[in-house]
């Protein structure tokens, strides 16, 4: 198999749309229906395996309270892939992603993958932000949208295999002389979670 690669991922958003409980279904599988604001931001770290190429996700939920925005450059820099989160019930929420786009964009340029996600999607009776309108805004910035529910499980291991097979895409592998058809001879998609502790080094910064 190729050598590891680490990709450095950093989730961006307003308060209360989301990103622990995108972060937590993905590490850990659990939800929590409580609000607890992340202060600064906290990190958590994720290992697959992605069509033969061992990966390593480093996993950054930042806070989305006002008081905190000024740090995002802090955690999105050389970052390889973002998700930008709002909830499909406020369209504040959304006007928050366009900024960061921004913002990202005028620092990393190109080199990050844009990944726009409409969680919530359960509340679809309350939705406020229409999906032709996150559509339409995600290909015009070159991103991708993804619909979640951390609730519900949906769309949540799509996101993140989603994300990492497009990180991958940018980064060419590093051959082993080991190993000369890959692990999946390069046809399907398969995971592998770390099996002893895939959410070491939980913690804040
Ligand atoms: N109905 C529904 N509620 C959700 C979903 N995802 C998160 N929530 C709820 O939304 C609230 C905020 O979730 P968090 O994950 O803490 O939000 P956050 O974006 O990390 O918030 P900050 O850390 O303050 O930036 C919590 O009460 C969650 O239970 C979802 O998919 N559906
Ligand atoms: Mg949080």
Redesign the pocket.
């Known amino acids: 198999m190729n050598r590891g690669v680490t990709f450095k991922v950093v989730l961006l958003?307003?308060?209360?749309?989301?990103?622990?409980?995108?972060v937590?279904r993905y590490t850990e599988n659990s939800?929590?229906?409580?609000?607890?604001?992340?202060e600064q931001a906290s990190f958590r770290t994720k290992k697959l395996i992605l069509d033969g190429r061992r990966v390593e996700l480093s996993i950054w939920?930042?806070?989305?309270?006002e008081r905190y925005r000024a740090l995002g450059p802090l955690y999105f820099r050389e970052a390889n892939g973002a998700i930008l989160?709002f909830?499909i019930t406020d369209q504040d929420s959304f006007n928050q992603v366009k900024d960061w786009v921004k913002q990202l964009k005028r620092v990393l340029g190109d080199d990050v993958v844009l990944c726009i996600v409409a969680?919530?999607?359960?509340?679809e009776k309350d939705r406020h932000v229409s999906m032709q309108t996150a559509e339409e805004y995600a290909s015009a910035v070159n991103a991708k949208l993804y619909n979640?529910?951390?609730?519900?499980n949906k769309g949540i291991e799509e996101l993140f295999n989603n994300l990492t097979q497009r990180m991958l895409e940018k980064t060419p592998p590093t051959p082993n002389i080991s190993d000369t058809n890959g692990v999946n001879g390069r046809t399907g998609i398969s995971i592998q979670q770390n099996p002893t502790n895939p959410t070491a080094n939980n913690g804040c910064c």
């Open positions: 958003g307003e308060g209360s749309v989301g990103k622990t409980s995108i937590l939800f929590n229906d409580k609000h607890i604001e992340t939920d930042t806070a989305g309270q989160v909830d969680n919530k999607a359960d509340l979640t529910s951390a609730k519900l």
